[in-house]
């Protein structure tokens, strides 16, 4: 019985341990000199400093085009046009095709700046401190999540616009007329609008996961007084 007994108290007393570590955890990040609000600041500027680097760099010509890391490709569905197309010497009617795609993309991410600056304007506190002891791409998931309906919707008309401006539309209206010519072949009829949409903002979050992930990882890139204090205490969660 008293083993029991002793067995019982040690079991009380751990749990009264976990519960005061987990407490010290909690509120760790208030013991470490920064405000609240400083805190949310600081994530803040992270995100604001991802977008203005990032994701203005997709805004300029051939900004997706020229990034390996977000270039657009062509939907499973046309890789065989465009192999078609070159096989037979029309490689340069292919790259063109490709390249508008891409230019595309760039004119519809000019929509997406006011949108986040919104999301971030309005996160909480207890949005900041999830990011912060998140994992690598936490306030990019975080954006996403806030922000993904409301791209898409901008963006979609954007990149028909832009595909009927640089009359995209026509140069695909004629790729794919071309290849369905071809004897034997399997005709195709993508919606590419929705495609280049789906690619333009797997491409903007991809760039702002990039700026975040040196953020947390690379003391220099915390390139204000602030990033550096707020980040700090991520390297020590």
């Not at 991802?50 to 760099?57: H, R, S």
């Amino acid at each position: 019985m008293k083993n029991i007994k002793l067995l019982l108290i040690l079991f009380i007393g751990l749990q009264i341990s976990s519960c005061a570590e987990l407490q010290q955890a909690m509120n760790q990040l208030p013991q470490e000199g920064l405000s609240n609000t400083q805190i949310a600041s600081g994530l803040k500027e992270a995100l604001n400093k991802g977008i203005d680097k990032e994701v203005t760099k997709l805004m300029a010509p051939d900004g997706f085009y020229k990034d390996q890391m977000v270039k657009i490709l062509l939907p499973q569905e046309l890789q065989k046009v465009d192999q078609t197309l070159r096989d037979l010497g029309m490689g340069q009617l292919a790259d063109e095709g490709l390249k508008l795609l891409n230019s595309a993309a760039s004119d519809a991410v000019k929509e997406a700046k006011p949108i986040f600056v919104d999301a971030i304007t309005t996160m909480s506190f207890d949005d900041a401190k999830n990011i912060l002891l998140g994992n690598q791409t936490a306030a990019t998931d975080y954006l996403k999540q806030k922000t993904q309906n409301r791209l898409y919707q901008k963006f979609k008309p954007q990149v028909q616009q832009s595909l009927h401006k640089v009359k995209a539309d026509e140069v695909w209206t004629k790729i794919i007329n071309k290849y369905n010519q071809i004897p034997f072949v399997d005709k195709v009829n993508p919606d590419l609008t929705d495609y280049v949409t789906q690619k333009a903002m797997e491409g903007v979050f991809k760039k702002v996961a990039v700026e975040e992930q040196k953020i947390r990882t690379n003391i220099n890139e915390r390139t204000s007084d602030l990033l550096k204090k707020v980040f700090a205490l991520q390297d020590h969660k």
